[in-house]
C-alpha cells in the first residue's frame, strides 16, 4: 500500500501524541508541574514559556511551550531520551494540547512565519500568488518606492528573484522529460537538498539570520515537497518513499531539482504575506545566495542520467 494520508483542510490539529507514561498523562493536567526544576537544561533547544511554530501534518501553526522534558519520544523503539516539548496551539482548546519532539517546531522569526502562512496557504490562494507575482514584474519603479515600515505593514511586497538563465533552461528540460518523456528521479538523490544548502553555508561567512533562513529552507521543503513541488507522475513515487522511510526527512531523499522547484514557488508565496519588508529582503537575498551558488555548481548537481524511465505499471498508478 503505497498511500499516506496527509490533512489537506486544517480547522485545528488533529491528533493528539500519545502521552509517554500514566506519570505523563497525570502531568499534562497538573498545572504545578510547569514549575519542575530540569536538570538537563542544556540539552534543549527551546525554552518554556517561548512562543514557537509547530507542525502538524504538513502545517504550521503559532504555539507556546507549556514545559520540558527528557524522555522516549512515543514510538521510538531505540529507548534513548530526547528532548520533548507539551505545546499549547494558540487559538485552540486544551485538548489539542501534546508533546513534540524538536524536530517539530521552528523559532518565532519573521522568516518563519511567512513559512507559516506559506503551508497553510489554500491550492486557490496559491494561484492568486503566482498571478500578483506576474503581474508585479513590470512595475519595479513603485516597488521601490515603497520602503516605510507603515507601507510596509499595510500591503504585500513582491520578493524579486533574477533565476540564472541556465537553472531556468534545467527547469525547463526537468518538466519536459517527467511530464514529456515520463521520466522520474532516481531516489535517494546526492547531494541530497539538506546537503545542497548546508555546502552552501560553508561558502560564506557566519551569519546568524542567513543560517536560519536556510534551516527554514529545508524545514518547508519537508513539509511543501508533497502539496506544492512535486508532477503528477511523481506522485506514486512519493508515497512510496513515505511508506519505506518513514523516519528519514524528504529534504534528505530528494535533491536539486526539487530544490529548485521550490525556489520558483517560494518567491510567489511571499508576495502575498504581510511582513516587514527588510525580512522579505533578508529572505530573498538568502534565496539568490542559494540561486547563484546552484548555477556555479550546476555541473555536479545536475545531471540527466538521474532520471529513469517510468515503467507502464508504475504510470498506471499515477494516472
Not at 516539548?85 to 501534546?98: C, M, Q, V
Not at 507603515?150 to 537553472?167: C, G, H, Q, W
Not at 535517494?188 to 534551516?215: F, G, M, W, Y
Amino acid at each position: 500500500n503505497l498511500t499516506r494520508t496527509h490533512p489537506t483542510k486544517h480547522t485545528h490539529p488533529e491528533k493528539k501524541m500519545e502521552s509517554l507514561t500514566s506519570e505523563e498523562a497525570a502531568q499534562s493536567k497538573d498545572p504545578a508541574s510547569t514549575g519542575s526544576i530540569d536538570p538537563d537544561t542544556d540539552k534543549y533547544a527551546f525554552v518554556a514559556d517561548e512562543n514557537v511554530f509547530a507542525y502538524h501534518g504538513d502545517k504550521l501553526y503559532a504555539a507556546k511551550i507549556l514545559r520540558r522534558r527528557m524522555a522516549v519520544a512515543p514510538g521510538d523503539r531505540s529507548g534513548k531520551k530526547q528532548p520533548l516539548y507539551r505545546i499549547h496551539y494558540k487559538g485552540w482548546k486544551d485538548r489539542w494540547d501534546e508533546w513534540v519532539v524538536e524536530g517539530r517546531m521552528l523559532k518565532d522569526t519573521p522568516e518563519n512565519a511567512v513559512v507559516a502562512k506559506a503551508s497553510r496557504a489554500t491550492k486557490k490562494q496559491r494561484i492568486a500568488a503566482s498571478s500578483t507575482a506576474s503581474s508585479s514584474s513590470s512595475s519595479t519603479s513603485t516597488a521601490n518606492s515603497a520602503e516605510s515600515t507603515t507601507e510596509a505593514k499595510t500591503r504585500p511586497s513582491s520578493i524579486r528573484v533574477n533565476m540564472p538563465e541556465n537553472l531556468k533552461q534545467i527547469l525547463i528540460n526537468d518538466a519536459g522529460l517527467v511530464m514529456g518523456k515520463k521520466f522520474i528521479v532516481t531516489l535517494p538523490r546526492t547531494p541530497s537538498v539538506a546537503s545542497i544548502l548546508e555546502a552552501q553555508l560553508k561558502t560564506r561567512a557566519p551569519h546568524n539570520k542567513h543560517e536560519e533562513i536556510i534551516k527554514g529552507f529545508i524545514e518547508y521543503f519537508d513539509r511543501a515537497l508533497g502539496t506544492l513541488l512535486l508532477y503528477r507522475l511523481e506522485r506514486p513515487q512519493y508515497k512510496a518513499v513515505l511508506t519505506q522511510h518513514p523516519t528519514i526527512p524528504l529534504s534528505q531523499m530528494y535533491g536539486a531539482e526539487h530544490l529548485l522547484r521550490l525556489f520558483v514557488q517560494l518567491p510567489k508565496l511571499l508576495t502575498t504575506t504581510y511582513m516587514p519588508a527588510r525580512s522579505k529582503q533578508s529572505i530573498g537575498a538568502s534565496i539568490q545566495a542559494v540561486l547563484s551558488f546552484m548555477d556555479e555548481n550546476r555541473d555536479s548537481l545536475f545531471s540527466v542520467s538521474v532520471y529513469t524511465a517510468a515503467t507502464p505499471e508504475y504510470i498506471k498508478l499515477a494516472f
